[in-house]
């Protein structure tokens, strides 16, 4: 599962400095996250996507602001990659009035339309149906827009998902269904719950197109994104890539992680996506060891000052609670 640096770029440099850039910005902003929920300054916990910055951050960068994705409860990576705004996700996961929704949706909620990002869920499975209608929508009115549903391992075994790529399929709507197998659902293993070894193999009960790719390899991803949107944007329909990555921390900021060792979590942290990623960079002549730090520093330097931004931040005004509420008349006032 080691990168592949021997084989010629076949993508820009502006693009792949670009998501290794991104990629950065998605870790720093994770720890930082994890920082905060230890030192009790934001809301609930958070479900950290360390580890698995590659997929979020390589499909993302194909997209523009006219196509759609929706995400899951592990979804900072998806809404930063697609919004470019560390100010607004750390302020909604701190539930202050600057963030995505102000305060009112926290870390499993983020959503930014005015980006293409129709939400995060905290349902697992949620996201697929969601998908399904946005696609159905661009279709309808013959956008040149794909829509992409990132869904985790455990998804994948939810009435939702079989439904979605039915449908999708029947309608031949131009969606691409990623699916992060990160190894477990909560703290089941994949092994444990899932009838095949491969979840992109289902892809072919729905006569879709089905992937299944090392999750780590940017190039990887981008190879296997770019002929599904390609497919999509043709009018013949959805397909499915199967991600194989893995999270570096528990389900939820206070898993105890029993059900894995250190050993194994070790042993996927020598795969780190955007170590592989730089060395990959280096050793293609697409990027200098200079250039590479320079992005670092400019990630931290963004992230730290949108910590700041969003510690200093207004809360939401009480009097203003029911904003937003699609049935707001139904209750009394």
Same mark, same amino acid.
């Given at each position: 599962?080691?990168?592949?640096?021997?084989?010629?770029?076949?993508?820009?440099?502006? =693009? =792949?400095?670009?998501?290794?850039?991104?990629?950065?910005?998605?870790?720093?902003?994770? /720890?930082?996250?994890?920082?905060?929920?230890?030192?009790?300054?934001? #809301? %609930?916990?958070?479900?950290?996507?360390?580890?698995?910055?590659?997929?979020?951050?390589?499909?993302?960068?194909?997209?523009?602001?006219?196509?759609?994705?929706?995400?899951?409860?592990?979804?900072?990576?998806?809404?930063?990659?697609?919004?470019?705004?560390?100010?607004?996700?750390?302020? &909604?996961?701190?539930?202050? /009035?600057?963030?995505?929704?102000?305060?009112?949706?926290?870390?499993?909620?983020?959503?930014?339309?005015?980006? %293409?990002?129709?939400? +995060?869920?905290?349902?697992?499975?949620?996201?697929?149906?969601?998908?399904?209608?946005?696609?159905?929508?661009?279709?309808?009115?013959?956008?040149?827009?794909?829509?992409?549903?990132?869904? %985790? $391992?455990?998804?994948?075994?939810?009435?939702?998902?079989?439904? !979605?790529?039915?449908?999708?399929?029947?309608?031949?709507?131009?969606?691409?269904?990623?699916?992060?197998?990160?190894?477990?659902?909560?703290?089941?293993?994949?092994?444990?719950?899932?009838?095949?070894?491969?979840?992109?193999?289902?892809?072919?009960?729905?006569?879709?197109?089905?992937?299944?790719?090392?999750?780590?390899?940017?190039? *990887?991803?981008?190879?296997?994104?770019?002929?599904?949107?390609?497919? *999509? =944007?043709?009018?013949?329909?959805? !397909?499915?890539?199967?991600?194989?990555?893995?999270?570096?921390?528990?389900?939820?900021?206070?898993?105890?992680?029993?059900?894995?060792?250190?050993?194994?979590? +070790?042993?996927?942290?020598?795969?780190?996506?955007?170590? #592989?990623? #730089?060395?990959?960079?280096? /050793? *293609?002549?697409?990027?200098?060891?200079?250039?590479?730090? +320079?992005?670092?520093?400019?990630?931290?330097?963004?992230?730290?000052?949108?910590?700041?931004? +969003?510690?200093?931040?207004?809360?939401? $005004?009480?009097? #203003?609670?029911?904003?937003?509420?699609?049935? &707001?008349?139904?209750?009394?006032?």
């Amino acid at each position: 599962m080691e990168q592949k640096t021997k084989r010629k770029p076949k993508y820009s440099k502006e =693009l =792949l400095t670009d998501i290794y850039y991104v990629m950065k910005q998605v870790r720093l902003f994770e /720890e930082a996250a994890f920082r905060f929920f230890q030192e009790n300054k934001l #809301r %609930g916990s958070v479900h950290l996507c360390i580890g698995q910055e590659a997929i979020c951050s390589s499909v993302i960068a194909l997209l523009n602001d006219g196509d759609y994705i929706t995400s899951t409860h592990r979804g900072h990576g998806h809404g930063i990659a697609k919004s470019r705004d560390l100010k607004s996700a750390f302020s &909604e996961l701190m539930g202050k /009035e600057t963030g995505f929704c102000h305060g009112r949706g926290g870390s499993m909620h983020i959503c930014d339309l005015a980006k %293409g990002n129709l939400g +995060a869920n905290a349902i697992v499975g949620g996201g697929l149906p969601i998908a399904v209608g946005g696609a159905l929508a661009q279709k309808l009115r013959k956008q040149d827009n794909v829509t992409v549903s990132f869904f %985790g $391992d455990g998804a994948s075994n939810q009435g939702t998902f079989h439904e !979605s790529l039915n449908l999708a399929s029947v309608w031949k709507l131009p969606v691409v269904f990623v699916c992060e197998n990160n190894g477990f659902g909560i703290s089941v293993p994949v092994r444990e719950s899932t009838s095949v070894k491969n979840i992109g193999e289902r892809a072919a009960a729905y006569d879709m197109p089905g992937y299944v790719i090392d999750g780590n390899d940017v190039i *990887a991803v981008l190879d296997a994104f770019s002929a599904c949107k390609e497919r *999509a =944007l043709k009018g013949e329909g959805p !397909s499915l890539i199967e991600c194989k990555t893995y999270r570096w921390k528990g389900h939820w900021t206070g898993d105890p992680e029993v059900y894995r060792t250190r050993e194994e979590v +070790a042993a996927w942290m020598e795969k780190c996506p955007i170590k #592989r990623f #730089r060395a990959y960079l280096l /050793e *293609a002549g697409l990027a200098s060891q200079e250039e590479l730090d +320079a992005m670092e520093t400019k990630a931290q330097a963004e992230v730290d000052e949108a910590a700041r931004f +969003a510690l200093n931040a207004p809360e939401p $005004d009480p009097a #203003r609670v029911m904003d937003g509420m699609y049935v &707001e008349g139904a209750y009394p006032r």
